[in-house]
C-alpha cells in the first residue's frame, strides 16, 4: 500500500470482515432517550470572505488544503456570476484558510457556475480539481468544456489542464454536481458528474493516466437538482454514488466504470430527482447510507439493509416537514457517531445520534432573509477536533437579493491535542490496487504546530504497524493506493498526531482490503 506520491512502501491487507444487521432490525425505533452531551455551539468567522462578490443562483463548496499548509481552504468555481457576470468571480475560487476563521481569497480562470472535487488524479502527491459547468466562455485549454480537469501544483493557485474526452458526450448545457473516486481499481482517480438541472444527464469516466478520460457509463436527458455524493452503498469495494435526477439516485458501481440502478424502495424522486442528498455510513456496519429532504422540506435517513439492497427508514426525530433544502452526515460533536446537519430557508440545524435509538436535535441558528440554500460543506477548518460549516445563501431583499458566503466555527476550544479517524470506517472493504482516503478530526491548541502519521496492521489493533506516510500536513485528509500482498481478516489504520504536546493516537478496524 503506498500514498500517491512518488514515496511508497508494500503493505499487506486484509480480507472481509462485516457485521450484517437483518431489516427487521434496522426497522426498529426505539424511544429516545435523553440528548447526547457535549452539542456543538457555532460563531460566524467570515474575515476575508466578503470578495469575490457572488451573484445568485447554485454553486458547491468544498473544503480541501489546496496549498498543503496542514489548513484546510474553501474551493469553489462560483455561482450564475462566474465568470465576469454582475461580480468579479471567475474560474477555480480559493479561499486560503489559517486555521482560525480567516481566509484569503485567488482566483484562476475563465469560466465557472458549477460543482467542484478535489483528489490527486496523477499521483504526485499534490491536490489536483474537478469541475462541471454551466459558463464554459474561456478560450482552449483551460475551461472550455462543460467537465474539466487541472493539475494543481501544491500551491492552490496555478492549474494545468488535464481534460481531454471529457464534456464531449453531447452535453449541451451543462454539467454540475462532481466527484473523484476510483471506478476500476487501477490506482487512479476517475471523475463523473451530473447535470445542470435539464437535460445533459450523468456521465462517469475513466482515467487513463495521461490526461485522457474515457466515458464509460451515462446518459443525456432528464432533470436533475444537482446534488452528487460518491461512497459505497454495498460495501464491495466499488465506489457508487448518489445523485440527484430524475433517472434514478443510487447507482452501483461494477468495478469497470459501469453502475447499476439501486434505488430499491426509496420513496419517489419527483420530476428533478431526490433533493438534497448525501451519504455516510450511520450505523457502523462499513455501508453508506443515505439522507435526503423529502418533498415536504423534511429530513429523512434511509440505511442500507446489507444483502437485501433494500432501504429501511430511520428517521426518528427527525423533522418530517420544513423548509430544508440540503443534507449532510458527519460526527459533529466528535462522539464517534454520525450525525445529521440540514440546511435552509435560512436555518441551519443538527440533529445528533442517539446511540442507536435515533435523532436528538441540539443546535441551530439562522442567516438573513430570505437564506435560500445556494452551497453548503461541513468540515473542520480550525483544529478543534469538531466540523465547521461554511454556507452560501441568497441574502437581501426580492429587488436587490444576492448569495453571500459565511463561515461559522464551532466553538469548543482545543485546550490539549487528540486525533480521531473518521474514514474509512469501521467493517469498510477496500480492493486491492484502489484509491482509499484516511480521514481524521484532530483538535490543536492555537498556535500549535502539529503533523500526522497514518499506520496499517494486518494483524489486528495489536500490530505490528507498518508505515504508510509520516509528518504529513494535518489537515483531515491523506490519499493512499492498496497493494495487497496477503489478505488476512483483521486490518486496522493508525493515526498518530504529533506535536510539541507529544504523541496522540487513535485506530480503526477491522477494516477489509480484498483483491
Not at 41 to 64: C, F, H, M, N
Not at 86 to 91: V, Y
Not at 244 to 251: A, L, R
Amino acid at each position: 500500500m503506498r500514498r500517491t506520491t512518488s514515496r511508497s512502501g508494500a503493505i499487506a491487507a486484509a480480507c472481509l470482515f462485516a457485521t450484517v444487521l437483518s431489516s427487521a432490525a434496522l426497522a426498529m425505533q426505539p424511544t429516545l432517550t435523553a440528548a447526547p452531551p457535549n452539542p456543538p455551539r457555532y460563531v460566524e468567522s467570515s474575515t476575508g470572505l466578503e470578495s469575490p462578490r457572488w451573484d445568485g443562483g447554485r454553486t458547491i463548496l468544498k473544503l480541501a488544503d489546496l496549498n498543503l499548509d496542514g489548513h484546510p481552504d474553501i474551493v469553489t468555481v462560483g455561482d450564475h456570476g462566474s465568470p465576469f457576470i454582475n461580480t468579479d468571480m471567475h474560474g477555480i475560487t480559493v479561499w486560503f484558510g489559517n486555521g482560525e476563521g480567516q481566509w484569503a481569497p485567488f482566483q484562476n480562470g475563465n469560466f465557472g457556475y458549477g460543482g467542484v472535487a478535489v483528489g490527486d488524479v496523477n499521483n504526485d502527491g499534490l491536490p489536483d480539481v474537478g469541475w462541471g459547468v454551466h459558463h464554459n466562455y474561456a478560450q482552449p485549454p483551460f475551461g472550455d468544456r462543460v467537465m474539466g480537469v487541472a493539475l494543481g501544483d501544491g500551491t492552490g493557485r496555478n492549474w494545468t489542464p488535464w481534460d481531454l474526452g471529457l464534456g464531449v458526450n453531447g452535453q449541451s448545457w451543462g454539467m454540475f454536481g462532481t466527484e473523484f473516486a476510483d471506478f476500476n481499481a487501477d490506482g487512479l482517480l476517475d471523475v463523473a458528474s451530473v447535470s445542470f438541472g435539464c437535460c445533459d444527464g450523468f456521465h462517469a469516466h475513466l482515467n487513463n493516466g495521461d490526461g485522457t478520460w474515457t466515458r464509460t457509463f451515462g446518459w443525456l436527458g432528464g432533470n436533475s437538482s444537482m446534488d452528487m455524493a460518491a461512497g459505497d452503498i454495498n460495501n464491495d469495494g466499488r465506489p457508487d454514488f448518489a445523485i440527484g435526477h430524475q433517472y434514478g439516485t443510487i447507482w452501483l458501481g461494477d468495478g469497470a466504470g459501469g453502475f447499476t440502478s439501486g434505488d430499491a424502495n426509496l420513496p419517489p424522486g419527483g420530476l428533478t430527482g431526490r433533493k438534497g442528498i448525501h451519504l455516510g455510513d450511520v450505523n457502523g456496519d462499513g455501508f453508506d447510507d443515505l439522507s435526503l429532504v423529502n418533498a415536504q422540506g423534511g429530513i429523512e435517513v434511509y440505511l442500507h439493509a446489507p444483502g437485501s439492497g433494500q432501504w429501511v427508514w430511520w428517521s426518528n426525530g427527525l423533522p418530517q416537514t420544513g423548509g430544508f433544502q440540503v443534507t449532510r452526515l458527519a460526527d459533529m460533536n466528535a462522539d464517534g457517531l454520525t450525525d445529521v446537519v440540514a440546511f435552509g430557508s435560512g436555518r441551519l440545524a443538527v440533529w445528533l445520534q442517539n446511540g442507536g435509538a435515533g435523532w436528538v436535535g441540539t443546535t441551530t441558528f439562522t442567516v438573513p432573509n430570505p437564506g435560500t440554500y445556494a452551497g453548503f460543506v461541513v468540515g473542520d477548518a480550525t483544529h478543534n477536533g469538531r466540523p465547521d460549516i461554511a454556507i452560501v445563501s441568497d441574502q437581501g431583499s426580492i429587488f436587490n437579493s444576492r448569495n453571500k458566503l459565511q463561515f461559522f466555527r464551532e466553538t469548543t476550544e482545543a485546550a490539549t491535542t487528540s486525533i480521531r479517524i473518521t474514514g474509512p470506517p469501521r467493517y469498510r472493504t477496500i480492493r486491492d490496487g484502489s484509491v482509499f482516503f484516511v480521514d481524521w478530526l484532530s483538535a490543536v491548541p492555537r498556535g500549535l504546530e502539529s503533523s500526522v502519521r497514518i499506520e496499517l496492521s494486518e494483524d489486528g489493533p495489536a500490530g505490528p504497524w507498518l508505515l504508510l506516510e509520516d509528518a504529513l500536513p494535518n489537515n483531515g485528509r491523506a490519499q493512499f493506493i492498496a497493494n495487497v500482498q496477503n489478505h488476512t481478516g483483521n486490518a486496522w489504520i493508525r493515526a498518530t498526531l504529533r506535536s510539541a504536546q507529544g504523541e496522540r493516537l487513535h485506530m480503526t478496524g477491522p477494516i477489509s482490503f480484498i483483491p
